[in-house]
Nanobody, 127 residues
């Protein structure tokens, strides 16, 4: 199983970025996929999760209304997950990670619920 993020970079406050996560070796329909981030000196923070069917998405309060999680199921074995981020602020500066695992609703915000992670992509928001 491999997860590879892309799309990070430098953006001005108020701008937008779209992150991608290419997942191989595992199909979306059997697992929960999620986005987390970790800022300097901070713990890893849950952002959003997409459950197996792809119809149910959940968001942390800190990003609700600004971030959108989605995925592309066009291919059966190689899938891509996205995180559209709008109205970015300097507080959104962090390394962003995608993850996959057998999380349940009550545990989806816990990093320990996911067994595979990408390498992370850095997002820097300038003021």
């Amino acid at each position: 199983v491999q997860l590879v993020e892309s799309g990070g970079g430098l953006v001005q406050a108020g701008g937008s970025l779209r992150l991608s996560c290419a997942v191989s070796g595992r199909t979306f329909v059997n697992y929960v996929t999620a986005w987390f981030r970790q800022g300097p000196g901070k713990e890893r923070e849950f952002l959003a999760a997409l459950f197996r069917s792809g119809r149910n998405a959940y968001y942390a309060d800190s990003v609700k209304g600004r971030f959108t999680i989605s995925r592309d199921n066009a291919k059966s074995t190689r899938n891509t997950m996205f995180l559209q981020m709008n109205s970015l602020t300097p507080e959104d500066t962090a390394v962003y990670y995608c993850s996959s695992g057998r999380a349940i609703l009550s545990s989806m915000a816990s990093p320990s619920s996911y067994d595979y992670w990408g390498q992370g992509t850095l997002v820097t928001v300038s003021s």
